[in-house]
């Protein structure tokens, strides 16, 4: 360990810091002590999560040192004679300085509450590299908790079995009011057991010391979070008002810190968001028509027999009819609105949501009863099976009901001034946006009497309700407003600083631009603008689905896998344009071409795909026999957000066009029209930089995978020609900017990409493999994977290897493998450029088919 003194503040860091971590952890400090919020930019591989948790819990025992001084105070600043003591006024004015007393509001007395930190980010894979990051520094004998789902922390088994997250929530709270659940049983004998509080843990460790001592983990989690130092916990756990209360989250006095805080504008607005579709409310008026009938005969039953039902509701028929009316009523009010003949939609006020639930008698002061009922409609559904015919789905109408007024009136009426109004005080926030609803003969032919028993009419075409947030302010204005100590938003890719914190409509007088801990020798950057064969390279919607466009990008890959040692990640704007682009390629022998050299994985939109995805790029960048995986990704997804491909796992990222969202969505339409009304009102940005901002923010995202430590080094290539326009340009991360080069003809960006490689591998430290072979995993190569076979590998193994790299298909379903089988002694090579003066060192992999054998392919190649 090594102990610095930053700002008054003893720092325990792993190692000597870099300058720019020490830069980053003086800003942190200046932010808890001057009680002051911040937002803190730091390139991805900087080692801003340790750096974060060290400044941060570093000045929380300076802070817990001045409070216990304060309390023997009289035992210091006195000597034996009564006279003050000069050693005693010197430790408390060192002690004040480092706790930052007297900067702040919040200096009192030694009974004031100790600060927790609260540390938010968006997932919980995120939230467990954290954790691991504490278990490597000296904090970590402070108290931990973190918090997540039932979903994830509940190992009773049949709450397990519950497909929904709200039949899981009813289930567990019905059998543990019941004390039927022995695991919430056994919390109070177990809460003292040090396994819980000796280390911290993260989600899964939390599961298996829980499994371990037959212990609820979801209900430990809430009794650990009481002593807790600090609280790890996601986005929406910290933004929303009913998460809050239902996980008891105070932030009276407390620090808030935002990782990964690029998200944060996003899950701001989507948590105060909701769209109420006419499936939701069929569904809805459904579920409480079967269940009034149901409900109906119990009644009747008890009162004919004299009898009780073994598990009566809560609730009565008299109670589902009104409901029932009330939905009814709130359907043909949403159809009675007209629309626009061509089909698209209709805007109001976010005022206007208020005043259609006022008709249906739902306010401020009902919508509580309103939601306690349809609370108990859902528990009854889902612990009750004698209901499971009537609730085959466990009441997700009336669930997602539950959530809409949930969202609706979350907002504390204290909220607004005095003498305004609540709902006019949102209307500055939201929009109601009112459209025909897509999909739904679809939703309905699935409903229909599968025996065609029934002749009814066709359903007209229902409408959807959106109720949406186009600010992040507001979430964040309401954070402010429960005295929180310090908010610390920090990320890799915050830039431009002042733009972001308009946005959040709360001061943040502390900004931090960090550069990287980098050297200019390990990071190369291209703006590749023509292809192979000098196509202009442009994903733009006009051009993105010309054949001729997607083979020339398909054949600056194959060059690309032919040269980058390891892995490489292949970036796409979207899933359509990925999927055209694998449709194209398929087709046109490229990816039979890109497997030569590199197995192809494709990310799939499902979690458990997606495990078993990366899972195969790891095994095929280990594998001794290929020459690394190609992972074929979208910006925004799972690929581009908080995975770590450090070293072999990712060598090179290739993007391959600017991710803007759909310019013609309704609410990136009325996003941008938000914000150009705001603009007139406020410092903020246009509609326009904001659009321009989305891209240029995933497209940063995507870059951080490639460089992911101080020893790391990578190629960052940029190929669509918009990217050298001055405005694009400028927005890319501030630590790789001035190393951006365009390149007119591919031939020239191939050859420095090379010597790149080249001189990495020679001067560069190589990570070890890490499978447990003995053979090392190579760097660059110019062989086809197939012939980079050692001793002892068979040549069938190694064809069967390489034609599983080609079976893309199974990740996008429109691709048709050619029912041709290809020879694997075909090799797409061309020997010149098609781009005028290219000289033989400038020559790169065409769309030519040339016979050649194992032993000359590998010769051939190395001529580029």
Not at 17 to 35: D, W
Not at 135 to 145: A, E, G, H, I, P
Not at 181 to 203: G, M, Q, T, W
Not at 470 to 477: I, K, N, T, V
Request: aromatic content about 8%; glycine content about 6%; charged content about 20%.
């Amino acid at each position: 360990m090594v102990f610095l003194k930053i700002r008054g503040v003893d720092v325990d860091f792993p190692f000597e810091p870099y300058a720019c971590q020490r830069s980053y952890m003086e800003k942190v400090i200046q932010c808890l002590q001057e009680g002051t919020n911040g937002v803190l930019e730091s390139p991805t591989g900087t080692g801003k999560t340790l750096c974060l948790l060290c400044a941060t819990l570093a000045w929380r025992s300076a802070y817990v040192a001045k409070m216990q001084f304060e309390g023997l105070k009289q035992h210091f600043t006195k000597d034996e004679e009564g006279q003050s003591s000069t050693y005693g006024q010197m430790l408390a004015n060192q002690l004040g300085g480092a706790a930052g007393w007297g900067n702040t509001e919040q200096t009192a007395g030694p009974f004031m509450e100790i600060p927790k930190i609260i540390y938010a980010s968006r997932t919980h894979s995120q939230l467990s590299q954290a954790v691991a990051e504490l278990k490597n520094t000296s904090y970590s004998n402070l108290k931990v908790c973190i918090l997540g789902s039932r979903e994830q922390l509940c190992i009773h088994p049949e709450v397990q079995e519950q497909t929904s997250n709200s039949a899981k929530v009813h289930m567990c709270k019905a059998k543990t009011s019941s004390r039927l659940c022995v695991f919430h049983n056994n919390l109070d004998e177990k809460k003292s057991e040090k396994e819980f509080s000796e280390a911290p843990l993260d989600i899964e460790d939390l599961v298996k010391v829980g499994r371990k001592h037959k212990v609820c983990p979801y209900y430990m989690a809430r009794e650990l979070k009481s002593s807790a130092d600090i609280i790890f916990m996601p986005y929406n756990y910290l933004l929303d008002p009913k998460s809050r209360k239902a996980h008891s989250v105070d932030l009276k006095n407390h620090i808030i810190v935002f990782d990964e805080a690029h998200n944060l504008e996003k899950m701001c607005e989507e948590s105060s968001s909701f769209d109420l579709t006419a499936y939701d409310l069929a569904s809805c008026v459904e579920e409480l028509d079967n269940l009034h009938k149901s409900v109906a005969e119990i009644e009747v039953l008890n009162e004919k027999f004299h009898t009780e039902s073994s598990t009566p509701p809560d609730f009565s028929a008299t109670e589902l009819i009104k409901l029932k009316s009330m939905l009814l009523e709130l359907e043909k009010k949403i159809d009675s609105l007209p629309l626009p003949a061509n089909g698209s939609g209709i805007t109001k006020p976010g005022s206007f949501l208020y005043e259609l639930f006022a008709e249906l008698q739902i306010t401020f002061e009902t919508a509580p009863i309103l939601l306690e009922v349809l609370d108990k409609v859902v528990s009854y559904a889902t612990t009750n099976t004698g209901t499971s015919v009537v609730f085959g789905n466990k009441a997700a109408g009336v669930s997602k009901l539950g959530d809409v007024l949930k969202i609706a009136f979350s907002h504390d009426s204290s909220a607004a001034q005095p003498g305004s109004n609540l709902a006019n005080v949102l209307s500055n926030y939201y929009k109601v946006y009112v459209k025909p609803e897509e999909g739904f003969q679809k939703k309905s032919k699935a409903n229909a009497d599968p025996w065609g028993t029934t002749s009814s009419k066709p359903k007209k075409q229902g409408r959807t309700l959106s109720y949406w947030c186009f600010s992040p302010g507001h979430a964040m204005q309401d954070l402010a407003r429960h005295g929180v100590h310090s908010i610390i938003l920090t990320s890799g890719t915050l830039s431009p600083l002042e733009s972001f914190t308009a946005e959040m409509h709360i001061d943040f007088p502390v900004h931090l631009e960090n550069p990287h801990v980098i050297e200019r020798h390990q990071v190369w950057l291209g703006m590749v603008t023509k292809g192979p064969d000098g196509v202009k390279l442009n994903s733009s919607y006009e051009n993105r689905n010309s054949t001729d466009y997607i083979n020339s990008l398909g054949n600056a890959i194959v060059n690309f896998a032919r040269i980058v040692p390891n892995g490489l990640l292949v970036f796409f704007p979207s899933y359509p344009v990925m999927n055209k682009c694998l449709e194209v390629w398929q087709e046109s022998g490229v990816s039979n071409s890109i497997s030569q050299y590199k197995t192809m994985v494709v990310e799939p939109r499902g979690k458990t795909q997606f495990v078993e995805a990366m899972e195969q790029f790891y095994d095929k960048i280990n594998d001794p026999t290929l020459n690394g995986a190609a992972f074929f990704a979208v910006c925004r997804g799972k690929v581009s957000e908080g995975l770590d491909f450090a070293d072999i796992n990712g060598r090179a990222v290739v993007i391959t066009g600017l991710p803007f969202p759909p310019r013609m969505d309704p609410k990136v339409v009325l996003k941008m029209a938000f914000l150009d009304e705001g603009k007139n009102a406020a410092k903020g940005l246009t509609g326009r930089q904001w659009y321009r901002q989305q891209a240029s923010r995933a497209v940063n995202q995507a870059i951080g995978r490639v460089i992911r430590h101080r020893l790391d080094y990578g190629a960052i290539l940029l190929c669509d020609h918009r990217f050298t326009y001055a405005d694009a340009r400028a927005q890319l991360p501030s630590w790789v900017r001035p190393y951006a080069t365009t390149y007119n003809t591919f031939g020239q960006a191939i050859k420095d990409l090379t010597s790149f490689f080249k001189t990495a591998d020679r001067t560069l430290p190589q990570p070890a493999a890490k499978n447990k072979t003995k053979v090392p995993v190579t760097t660059a190569s110019f062989q086809p994977s197939h012939s980079r076979v050692t001793a002892g590998v068979s040549g069938a193994s190694c064809r069967n290897s390489c034609q599983e790299a080609r079976r893309i298909d199974s990740h996008v379903p429109s691709l048709r493998r050619s029912p041709e089988p290809r020879s694997f002694d075909k090799l797409k090579v061309g020997y010149t450029s098609h781009e005028p003066g290219a000289t033989n060192q400038e020559t790169c992999v065409q769309h030519r088919t040339v016979r050649c054998t194992e032993g000359s392919g590998g010769q051939e190649g190395r001529r580029s």
